[in-house]
T-cell receptor
Framework: AAGVIQSPRHLIKEKRETATLKCYPIPRHDTVYWYQQGPGQDPQFLISFYEKMQSDKGSIPDRFSAQQFSDYHSELNMSSLELGDSALYFC????????????FGQGTRLTVV | AQSVTQLDSQVPVFEEAPVELRCNYSSSVSVYLFWYVQYPNQGLQLLLKYLSGSTLVKGINGFEAEFNKSQTSFHLRKPSVHISDTAEYFCAGTSGGSYIPTFGRGTSLIVHP
């Protein structure tokens, strides 16, 4: 079965650069969630989208933005990168009608040097 | 908002021994609870979930968990662990109409031969 696809799997950026992470949800899933997991930390919710509209907002820095496109894929844009942004970024998707069935991607590991 | 507490950061155990990973939740309102497993450099995989009904929930890979309302706990158990169970385990919960899981700090299960 198709799973949540995230790209790239690994990304290395320098301080103050920008990064774009992509998430392709499971087909027919209309809801996407983004999480950030710092080294040795629990995943922290950043933001979610339903039907291309932001549905919930967590601890997402102002330097980050995200959107969901008409094909339901989502992109997380990160600007003015800081060393502390180094983390594993997870995307999850679900059907709004089955919100407790969230499936996670394998994550994008971002390293800021 | 829901919060979950994982009482042990690390649990070492020998192969074929039983194991219990502890999780307590905070909310007094209707709650959904989950256990996820994260293998090294992998995404989060859902082990099991409690939504309602039977308090004993069976999941994949021989794991089960019991929802205990009086003790506000949702401990994960396995009667006999394998080396391949070595991973990070996250308890997560939602409550109050939000379907965004809040994660605990994680418990590192280390299975020794």
């Amino acid at each position: 079965a198709a799973g949540v696809i995230q790209s790239p799997r690994h990304l290395i950026k320098e301080k103050r650069e920008t990064a774009t992470l992509k998430c392709y949800p499971i087909p027919r899933h209309d809801t996407v969630y983004w999480y950030q997991q710092g080294p040795g930390q629990d995943p922290q919710f950043l933001i979610s989208f339903y039907e291309k509209m932001q549905s919930d907002k967590g601890s997402i820095p102002d330097r980050f933005s995200a959107q969901q496109f008409s094909d339901y894929h989502s992109e997380l844009n990160m600007s003015s990168l800081e060393l502390g942004d180094s983390a594993l970024y997870f995307c999850a998707s679900s059907l709004a009608s089955l919100p407790t069935e969230a499936f996670f991607g394998q994550g994008t590991r971002l390293t800021v040097v | 908002a829901q919060s979950v507490t994982q009482l042990d950061s690390q649990v070492p155990v020998f192969e074929e021994a039983p194991v219990e990973l502890r999780c307590n939740y905070s909310s007094s309102v209707s709650v959904y609870l989950f256990w996820y497993v994260q293998y090294p450099n992998q995404g989060l995989q859902l082990l099991l979930k409690y939504l309602s009904g039977s308090t004993l929930v069976k999941g994949i890979n021989g794991f089960e968990a019991e929802f205990n309302k009086s003790q506000t706990s949702f401990h994960l158990r396995k009667p006999s662990v394998h080396i391949s169970d070595t991973a990070e385990y996250f308890c997560a919960g939602t409550s109050g109409g939000s379907y965004i899981p809040t994660f605990g700090r994680g418990t590192s299960l280390i299975v020794h031969p």
